[in-house]
Protein backbone atom coordinates (compact mmCIF):
# COMPACT_ATOMS: atom_id res chain seq x y z
CA UNK A 1 0.00 0.00 0.00
CA UNK A 2 1.54 3.43 -1.05
CA UNK A 3 2.29 5.46 2.03
CA UNK A 4 0.75 8.88 2.30
CA UNK A 5 3.77 10.85 2.46
CA UNK A 6 5.26 9.65 -0.54
CA UNK A 7 2.43 11.32 -2.25
CA UNK A 8 2.72 14.77 -4.48
CA UNK A 9 1.01 17.63 -3.54
CA UNK A 10 2.54 20.48 -5.65
CA UNK A 11 2.04 23.92 -7.23
CA UNK A 12 2.40 22.36 -10.90
CA UNK A 13 0.96 26.17 -12.73
CA UNK A 14 0.03 29.14 -10.88
CA UNK A 15 -2.80 28.65 -8.42
CA UNK A 16 -3.44 25.07 -9.89
CA UNK A 17 -2.37 22.00 -7.61
CA UNK A 18 -1.51 18.17 -8.26
CA UNK A 19 -2.70 15.87 -6.03
CA UNK A 20 -1.25 12.67 -6.59
CA UNK A 21 -3.45 9.41 -4.62
CA UNK A 22 -2.96 6.42 -4.18
CA UNK A 23 -5.13 2.99 -5.68
CA UNK A 24 -4.76 -0.05 -5.27
CA UNK A 25 -4.10 -1.51 -8.57
CA UNK A 26 -1.67 -2.32 -10.91
CA UNK A 27 -1.86 1.65 -11.77
CA UNK A 28 -1.42 2.62 -8.50
CA UNK A 29 -2.03 6.30 -8.48
CA UNK A 30 -4.43 8.72 -10.00
CA UNK A 31 -3.78 12.44 -10.32
CA UNK A 32 -6.52 14.95 -9.23
CA UNK A 33 -6.23 18.69 -9.10
CA UNK A 34 -7.54 21.20 -7.05
CA UNK A 35 -7.89 25.20 -8.91
CA UNK A 36 -7.42 27.65 -6.82
CA UNK A 37 -10.03 31.50 -7.02
CA UNK A 38 -10.15 34.28 -5.28
CA UNK A 39 -14.26 33.00 -4.02
CA UNK A 40 -13.05 29.33 -3.46
CA UNK A 41 -11.64 26.00 -5.13
CA UNK A 42 -12.12 23.62 -7.73
CA UNK A 43 -11.64 19.81 -7.63
CA UNK A 44 -10.89 17.92 -10.59
CA UNK A 45 -10.92 14.19 -10.12
CA UNK A 46 -11.10 12.71 -7.10
CA UNK A 47 -9.62 9.14 -6.77
CA UNK A 48 -11.62 6.17 -4.87
CA UNK A 49 -13.40 5.66 -1.70
CA UNK A 50 -10.55 4.16 0.00
CA UNK A 51 -8.79 5.66 3.04
CA UNK A 52 -5.32 6.42 2.03
CA UNK A 53 -6.84 8.05 -0.46
CA UNK A 54 -9.31 9.83 1.94
CA UNK A 55 -5.84 10.39 4.37
CA UNK A 56 -4.27 11.85 1.18
CA UNK A 57 -6.98 14.71 0.69
CA UNK A 58 -6.82 15.54 4.02
CA UNK A 59 -3.16 15.73 4.14
CA UNK A 60 -3.38 18.39 0.66
CA UNK A 61 -6.44 19.87 2.08
CA UNK A 62 -4.36 21.00 6.05
CA UNK A 63 -1.45 21.73 3.76
CA UNK A 64 -3.30 24.79 1.42
CA UNK A 65 -5.08 25.22 4.35
CA UNK A 66 -8.36 24.78 2.54
CA UNK A 67 -11.91 23.92 4.52
CA UNK A 68 -14.58 22.10 3.36
CA UNK A 69 -16.57 25.06 2.69
CA UNK A 70 -14.53 26.52 0.72
CA UNK A 71 -14.89 24.52 -2.23
CA UNK A 72 -17.17 25.79 -4.59
CA UNK A 73 -17.24 22.62 -7.27
CA UNK A 74 -16.00 19.59 -8.25
CA UNK A 75 -15.40 18.68 -12.15
CA UNK A 76 -14.77 14.69 -13.46
CA UNK A 77 -13.03 14.53 -16.53
CA UNK A 78 -15.05 10.93 -17.02
CA UNK A 79 -16.67 8.60 -14.73
CA UNK A 80 -14.23 5.84 -14.08
CA UNK A 81 -14.11 4.68 -10.96
CA UNK A 82 -10.47 5.89 -9.62
CA UNK A 83 -11.80 9.77 -11.20
CA UNK A 84 -15.90 9.74 -9.63
CA UNK A 85 -14.90 7.53 -5.95
CA UNK A 86 -14.67 10.33 -3.91
CA UNK A 87 -17.09 12.95 -5.48
CA UNK A 88 -20.11 11.67 -2.99
CA UNK A 89 -17.49 12.59 0.10
CA UNK A 90 -16.75 15.48 -1.21
CA UNK A 91 -20.14 17.00 -2.19
CA UNK A 92 -21.03 15.80 1.64
CA UNK A 93 -18.66 17.75 3.63
CA UNK A 94 -18.52 20.95 0.97
CA UNK A 95 -21.57 21.21 -0.76
CA UNK A 96 -20.18 21.50 -3.81
CA UNK A 97 -22.25 20.62 -7.34
CA UNK A 98 -20.24 17.73 -9.22
CA UNK A 99 -20.05 18.06 -13.04
CA UNK A 100 -18.97 15.80 -15.76
CA UNK A 101 -20.68 15.65 -19.25
CA UNK A 102 -24.21 14.30 -20.05
CA UNK A 103 -22.94 11.17 -21.21
CA UNK A 104 -20.72 10.51 -18.09
CA UNK A 105 -23.46 11.29 -15.89
CA UNK A 106 -25.76 8.89 -17.55
CA UNK A 107 -22.88 6.01 -17.33
CA UNK A 108 -21.98 7.12 -13.75
CA UNK A 109 -26.14 6.72 -12.85
CA UNK A 110 -26.08 3.37 -14.43
CA UNK A 111 -23.06 1.94 -13.78
CA UNK A 112 -22.63 3.42 -9.83
CA UNK A 113 -25.57 4.72 -8.81
CA UNK A 114 -28.22 1.70 -8.91
CA UNK A 115 -27.15 0.22 -5.63
CA UNK A 116 -28.19 -3.28 -6.53
CA UNK A 117 -27.25 -3.61 -10.51
CA UNK A 118 -30.65 -4.31 -13.04
CA UNK A 119 -30.97 -7.84 -14.13
CA UNK A 120 -30.65 -6.20 -17.59
CA UNK A 121 -27.14 -4.48 -16.81
CA UNK A 122 -25.64 -8.05 -15.28
CA UNK A 123 -27.31 -10.05 -18.54
CA UNK A 124 -25.19 -7.20 -21.03
CA UNK A 125 -21.86 -8.11 -18.92
CA UNK A 126 -22.47 -12.07 -19.18
CA UNK A 127 -23.26 -11.79 -22.81
CA UNK A 128 -20.23 -9.21 -23.34
CA UNK A 129 -17.85 -11.43 -21.57
CA UNK A 130 -19.15 -14.82 -22.97
CA UNK A 131 -19.18 -13.51 -26.79
CA UNK A 132 -15.37 -12.31 -26.06
CA UNK A 133 -14.14 -16.40 -25.12
CA UNK A 134 -14.25 -15.39 -21.56
CA UNK A 135 -14.65 -18.57 -19.06
CA UNK A 136 -17.39 -18.21 -16.27
CA UNK A 137 -14.74 -18.66 -13.81
CA UNK A 138 -13.10 -15.40 -14.84
CA UNK A 139 -17.05 -13.73 -15.67
CA UNK A 140 -17.82 -14.62 -11.98
CA UNK A 141 -14.53 -12.82 -10.58
CA UNK A 142 -15.05 -9.86 -13.02
CA UNK A 143 -18.84 -9.71 -11.45
CA UNK A 144 -17.36 -9.48 -7.68
CA UNK A 145 -14.43 -6.91 -8.64
CA UNK A 146 -17.71 -4.84 -10.23
CA UNK A 147 -19.50 -4.92 -6.85
CA UNK A 148 -15.98 -4.02 -5.18
CA UNK A 149 -15.60 -0.88 -7.52
CA UNK A 150 -19.11 -0.09 -6.42
CA UNK A 151 -18.61 -0.07 -2.78
CA UNK A 152 -15.24 2.17 -3.63
CA UNK A 153 -17.66 4.99 -5.29
CA UNK A 154 -19.38 5.34 -2.09
CA UNK A 155 -21.10 7.86 -0.84
CA UNK A 156 -22.49 8.67 -4.02
CA UNK A 157 -23.25 12.30 -4.53
CA UNK A 158 -27.04 13.37 -4.02
CA UNK A 159 -27.00 15.74 -7.47
CA UNK A 160 -25.21 15.14 -10.39
CA UNK A 161 -24.67 18.24 -12.69
CA UNK A 162 -23.57 18.36 -16.55
CA UNK A 163 -21.04 20.64 -18.53
CA UNK A 164 -21.80 20.38 -22.28
CA UNK A 165 -18.61 19.85 -24.43
CA UNK A 166 -17.23 23.44 -26.23
CA UNK A 167 -18.54 24.95 -22.56
CA UNK A 168 -16.28 27.88 -20.81
CA UNK A 169 -15.83 27.04 -17.56
CA UNK A 170 -13.77 29.89 -15.39
CA UNK A 171 -10.91 28.03 -12.78
CA UNK A 172 -7.64 28.52 -11.64
CA UNK A 173 -7.49 32.01 -13.06
CA UNK A 174 -7.79 30.95 -16.29
CA UNK A 175 -10.90 30.89 -18.55
CA UNK A 176 -11.03 26.83 -19.84
CA UNK A 177 -12.59 25.50 -22.66
CA UNK A 178 -14.54 21.94 -22.41
CA UNK A 179 -13.54 20.18 -25.59
CA UNK A 180 -15.08 16.38 -25.82
CA UNK A 181 -12.09 14.04 -25.84
CA UNK A 182 -13.62 10.31 -26.86
CA UNK A 183 -12.14 6.78 -26.89
CA UNK A 184 -10.78 6.34 -23.32
CA UNK A 185 -14.21 7.04 -22.19
CA UNK A 186 -17.58 7.78 -24.34
CA UNK A 187 -17.93 11.29 -23.05
CA UNK A 188 -14.48 12.18 -21.42
CA UNK A 189 -14.29 16.23 -20.88
CA UNK A 190 -10.53 17.86 -21.09
CA UNK A 191 -10.15 21.57 -20.14
CA UNK A 192 -8.07 23.91 -22.16
CA UNK A 193 -6.74 27.33 -21.26
CA UNK A 194 -5.77 28.91 -24.87
CA UNK A 195 -4.03 31.84 -23.81
CA UNK A 196 -2.00 29.83 -20.89
CA UNK A 197 -1.38 26.54 -23.62
CA UNK A 198 -2.55 24.81 -20.45
CA UNK A 199 -4.61 21.28 -20.94
CA UNK A 200 -6.21 19.56 -18.28
CA UNK A 201 -6.04 16.30 -20.42
CA UNK A 202 -7.69 13.51 -17.94
CA UNK A 203 -6.88 10.10 -19.35
CA UNK A 204 -6.97 10.92 -22.57
CA UNK A 205 -3.37 11.19 -23.36
CA UNK A 206 -0.38 10.12 -20.86
CA UNK A 207 3.18 9.34 -20.81
CA UNK A 208 5.14 6.25 -19.70
CA UNK A 209 1.78 3.95 -20.61
CA UNK A 210 -1.12 3.94 -22.58
CA UNK A 211 -4.18 5.32 -22.00
CA UNK A 212 -6.78 1.85 -22.30
CA UNK A 213 -9.21 1.92 -24.72
CA UNK A 214 -11.57 -0.32 -24.31
CA UNK A 215 -15.03 -1.79 -25.60
CA UNK A 216 -17.44 -2.32 -23.08
CA UNK A 217 -20.83 -3.07 -22.83
CA UNK A 218 -21.94 0.29 -22.49
CA UNK A 219 -19.45 1.62 -25.14
CA UNK A 220 -20.45 3.49 -28.03
CA UNK A 221 -19.47 1.79 -32.01
CA UNK A 222 -15.69 1.97 -32.14
CA UNK A 223 -14.22 3.15 -29.50
CA UNK A 224 -10.61 3.02 -31.07
CA UNK A 225 -11.70 5.06 -33.84
CA UNK A 226 -12.68 7.83 -32.19
CA UNK A 227 -9.95 8.18 -29.73
CA UNK A 228 -7.63 8.57 -32.93
CA UNK A 229 -9.94 10.84 -34.26
CA UNK A 230 -9.48 12.65 -31.30
CA UNK A 231 -6.10 12.33 -31.29
CA UNK A 232 -5.48 14.15 -34.42
CA UNK A 233 -7.64 16.98 -33.23
CA UNK A 234 -5.87 17.14 -29.99
CA UNK A 235 -2.65 17.33 -31.99
CA UNK A 236 -3.78 20.67 -33.46
CA UNK A 237 -4.11 22.43 -30.35
CA UNK A 238 -1.36 24.67 -28.66
CA UNK A 239 -0.08 23.25 -25.58
CA UNK A 240 2.76 23.78 -23.41
CA UNK A 241 2.11 21.91 -20.51
CA UNK A 242 -0.77 19.00 -20.03
CA UNK A 243 -2.02 17.73 -16.74
CA UNK A 244 -2.91 14.29 -16.90
CA UNK A 245 -4.98 11.64 -14.76
CA UNK A 246 -1.52 9.63 -14.14
CA UNK A 247 1.67 9.83 -14.44
CA UNK A 248 4.21 12.93 -14.85
CA UNK A 249 3.37 16.27 -16.56
CA UNK A 250 3.48 16.47 -20.47
CA UNK A 251 5.68 18.78 -22.01
CA UNK A 252 5.69 17.11 -25.30
CA UNK A 253 2.39 17.44 -26.25
CA UNK A 254 2.21 16.35 -30.22
CA UNK A 255 5.52 14.58 -29.79
CA UNK A 256 3.47 11.84 -27.57
CA UNK A 257 0.42 11.99 -29.50
CA UNK A 258 2.28 10.90 -32.40
CA UNK A 259 4.16 7.94 -29.85
CA UNK A 260 0.49 6.71 -29.14
CA UNK A 261 -0.72 6.72 -32.78
CA UNK A 262 2.29 4.80 -33.76
CA UNK A 263 1.51 2.60 -30.71
CA UNK A 264 -1.81 1.65 -31.57
CA UNK A 265 -0.92 1.64 -35.75
CA UNK A 266 1.56 -1.40 -34.42
CA UNK A 267 -0.72 -3.10 -31.99
CA UNK A 268 -3.66 -2.65 -34.55
CA UNK A 269 -0.76 -5.33 -36.99
CA UNK A 270 -0.43 -7.33 -33.98
CA UNK A 271 -3.84 -8.04 -33.95
CA UNK A 272 -4.59 -8.61 -37.94
CA UNK A 273 -2.04 -11.28 -37.37
CA UNK A 274 -3.17 -13.15 -34.03
CA UNK A 275 -7.06 -13.14 -35.51
CA UNK A 276 -6.21 -13.45 -39.62
CA UNK A 277 -6.89 -17.13 -38.98
CA UNK A 278 -10.61 -17.27 -37.17
CA UNK A 279 -9.99 -16.45 -33.24
CA UNK A 280 -12.02 -14.79 -30.04
CA UNK A 281 -11.03 -11.63 -28.08
CA UNK A 282 -9.84 -14.04 -25.87
CA UNK A 283 -7.84 -15.72 -28.07
CA UNK A 284 -6.14 -12.72 -29.42
CA UNK A 285 -5.43 -11.35 -26.22
CA UNK A 286 -3.56 -14.17 -25.22
CA UNK A 287 -1.55 -14.56 -28.25
CA UNK A 288 -0.64 -10.41 -28.05
CA UNK A 289 -0.47 -9.86 -24.17
CA UNK A 290 1.81 -11.60 -21.58
CA UNK A 291 -1.29 -13.20 -19.61
CA UNK A 292 0.99 -14.77 -16.96
CA UNK A 293 1.83 -11.47 -15.15
CA UNK A 294 -1.59 -10.23 -15.75
CA UNK A 295 -4.64 -10.57 -12.50
CA UNK A 296 -8.16 -11.52 -13.77
CA UNK A 297 -8.53 -7.74 -12.99
CA UNK A 298 -6.07 -7.20 -15.61
CA UNK A 299 -7.37 -9.80 -18.15
CA UNK A 300 -10.69 -7.65 -18.29
CA UNK A 301 -8.94 -4.65 -19.39
CA UNK A 302 -6.82 -6.47 -22.01
CA UNK A 303 -9.49 -8.08 -23.72
CA UNK A 304 -11.66 -4.60 -23.54
CA UNK A 305 -8.74 -3.38 -25.60
CA UNK A 306 -8.39 -6.24 -27.67
CA UNK A 307 -12.23 -5.78 -28.56
CA UNK A 308 -11.16 -2.67 -29.39
CA UNK A 309 -8.71 -3.14 -31.94
CA UNK A 310 -10.64 -6.00 -33.73
CA UNK A 311 -14.02 -4.08 -33.96
CA UNK A 312 -11.78 -1.24 -35.66
CA UNK A 313 -10.14 -3.56 -37.84
CA UNK A 314 -14.36 -4.90 -38.71
CA UNK A 315 -15.57 -1.61 -39.23
CA UNK A 316 -12.52 -1.08 -41.80
CA UNK A 317 -13.53 -4.05 -43.83
CA UNK A 318 -10.18 -5.77 -42.77
CA UNK A 319 -11.54 -8.67 -40.43
CA UNK A 320 -14.87 -9.91 -40.62
CA UNK A 321 -17.50 -11.04 -37.47
CA UNK A 322 -18.62 -14.20 -37.25
CA UNK A 323 -21.14 -15.67 -34.77
CA UNK A 324 -20.85 -19.08 -33.51
CA UNK A 325 -22.26 -20.82 -30.50
CA UNK A 326 -22.82 -16.96 -29.02
CA UNK A 327 -19.56 -16.21 -29.15
CA UNK A 328 -17.86 -13.85 -31.89
CA UNK A 329 -14.82 -14.64 -33.90
CA UNK A 330 -12.46 -12.26 -35.68
CA UNK A 331 -11.15 -13.60 -38.87
CA UNK A 332 -9.65 -11.74 -42.26
CA UNK A 333 -12.09 -10.87 -44.37
Known sequence: MPAVSRLACREVARDIFQVRLPLPFALNHVNCYLLRDEDGWTVIDTALNYEPAIAGWRAALAELSISPRAI????????????????????????????????????????????????????????????????????????????????????????????????????????????????????????????????????????HITPNIGMWPTSEPNPLGRYLRSLDQLARLDVALALPGHHDLITNWQERIGELVVHHEERLDAMYEAARAGATALDVSRMVFNFSKFSPHEVRFAVAETLAHLEYLAEAGVLVRVEERERRLYRAA
Open 72 to 207: RRVILTHMHPDHFGLCGWFQAQSGAAVYLSPRERDLAEYTWLHDIPTEEHRTAVLRYLHSGGISPEISAFIGKQQDRLRELTLPHPARLCTIEAGATVKMGGRTFQAIHAPGHADGQLLFYAAEDRLLLCGDQVLL
